[in-house]
């Protein structure tokens, strides 16, 4: 039921009545680091590791209740069957494109479409952490898609 593959820890600290953030995380070479971060960005990752134990816990709870093969989860084998070599290979070649493309993109362009698909933020989010408007994150994000698209037809 517990997470093990999570190698963040979160933390707060009250000084002088004020909340002060921090993540500390084993960096490559097996040192300790801890960073400060933002209060919305704190607040997104307590939510996130919040709903990712709760869908640990029910996943847990699912596979007692459903331990046992049955034909339902036969017929569930069947339909979902792994992927071919050419399909892997497909998709790497895909996603080696998309990033090639994504790398392409101006910073600001690059920063907001990856918090918006990669780390599901939502445009409202992104416009605090960066101090401006959401119309502009979504503009900005729209402009990014518009440039991959071009870059992936180009290439």
Same mark, same amino acid.
């Given at each position: 039921?517990?997470?093990?593959?999570?190698?963040?820890?979160?933390?707060?600290?009250?000084?002088?009545?004020?909340?002060?953030?921090?993540?500390?995380?084993?960096n490559?070479?097996?040192?300790? *680091?801890?960073?400060?971060?933002?209060?919305? *960005?704190?607040?997104?990752?307590?939510?996130?590791? *919040?709903?990712k134990?709760?869908?640990?816990?029910?996943?847990?709870?699912?596979?007692?209740?459903?331990?046992?093969?049955?034909?339902?989860?036969?017929?569930?084998?069947?339909?979902?069957?792994?992927?071919?070599?050419?399909?892997?290979?497909?998709?790497?070649l895909?996603?080696?494109?998309?990033?090639?493309?994504?790398?392409?993109?101006?910073? *600001?362009q690059?920063r907001?479409?990856?918090?918006?698909?990669?780390?599901?933020?939502?445009?409202?989010?992104?416009?605090?952490?960066?101090g401006?408007?959401?119309?502009a994150?979504?503009?900005?994000?729209?402009?990014?898609?518009?440039?991959?698209?071009?870059?992936?037809?180009?290439?």
């Amino acid at each position: 039921m517990f997470d093990n593959t999570n190698p963040y820890k979160l933390r707060i600290e009250i000084i002088l009545d004020q909340k002060h953030y921090y993540a500390s995380f084993q960096n490559a070479e097996n040192q300790m *680091v801890e960073i400060e971060i933002a209060p919305t *960005v704190a607040d997104w990752l307590f939510q996130k590791f *919040v709903r990712k134990e709760r869908n640990l816990r029910r996943s847990d709870e699912r596979n007692l209740e459903y331990s046992e093969v049955t034909e339902q989860t036969l017929h569930a084998r069947v339909l979902n069957r792994p992927k071919s070599l050419e399909e892997i290979a497909l998709e790497r070649l895909q996603n080696e494109m998309l990033w090639k493309a994504i790398n392409v993109l101006p910073k *600001v362009q690059r920063r907001r479409l990856i918090l918006y698909y990669f780390e599901n933020f939502t445009y409202e989010q992104i416009a605090k952490i960066e101090g401006c408007s959401a119309r502009a994150v979504k503009y900005s994000v729209d402009s990014a898609k518009a440039n991959l698209k071009n870059f992936i037809e180009k290439n």
